[in-house]
């Protein structure tokens, strides 16, 4: 997860399910924007699922 060029938080997600499994910041710290970094992908797992099958 980036905001500008910055790299705020590291996000893995689990492609068969499209959940998020991790999320983590610099030393494995959460950050200001953690819940709506995990928010954003989990409103928007249709949409990944459907450029997913596209590709």
Known sequence: ARIGDEIIETVEVD??????????GKHNQDTEYHERIIDLVNKNANLIRERMKAA
Do not use: D
């Not at 492609?15 to 983590?24: N, Y």
């Open 15 to 24: 492609l068969r399910t499209l959940e998020v499994v991790q999320c983590h």
